[in-house]
């Protein structure tokens, strides 16, 4: 049985004022049976999210983690430095970083690569665009996302990986994926996944894009998704909580 994983992304949001708010309420009411929870506030909080989850159960992540280990490299953050942080996961490939800084399938197998030397967990997003999907090549791109990343990783370190689908034109447009779309993707995935070598079953993969309030519970109730990747809902304490609990629903 694969236990829940609800995971904030804070994208570019956030003040020390309103984090202190947002991180007392997750701190004091953040957790439920069965969940693990997460939060990825920016790389400039993460200080003061560790230092305020400290003691309790909710966990923290980065947004993204570099390539390189240490060294010549202006603005990177590398896998050790958000260890020392006290992150547990990391965000790595959300097509926002693909679409926007150029991120390429080999730069995201090699920050795999770099989390997983870290020690972190990577939570490695792949997705299709619109396009790709009205095309029907929506299962093409993501295992092709995959398989770069199965590739480049040694074998025994896959079954570490958390996998996050997101459709590209589902994040933060309010159009979710039906609960049987997602499923549908999620059985592909994991059955590449296998096919790489990967001992699949025991990998979480979660779903992001739009998930909510009113949409959680349902696409928990599906068997291979593993919890949620929430962005906007995850900067309002009651909505995250609730999709929180969805999934502690679904797990009962
Ligand atoms: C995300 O950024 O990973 C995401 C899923 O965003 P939203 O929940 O806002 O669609």
Redesign the pocket.
Known sequence: MRRKLVVG?W?LNGSFARNTALLGEVRSGGCVEGVDIAVCPPFPYLQQAGDMLSGSSVLLGAQDVSAYQEGAYTGEVSGRMLVDLGCTYVIVG?S?RRSLFGETDSRVASKVGAALAAGLTPIV?VGESRSQRELGGAEQVVASQLESVVAAIDIKLLDRLVV?Y?PVW????GLTATPEQAQSMHVFIRRCLGRGGVDSDGVRILY????NAGNALQLFNEKDIDGA??????LVFDGFKAICEAASKASL
């Open positions: 992304n994208k959300h926002e997003c996050a997101e589902a994040i933060g447009t992001g894009g739009s998930v990747l929430v962005g906007g809902a995850s």
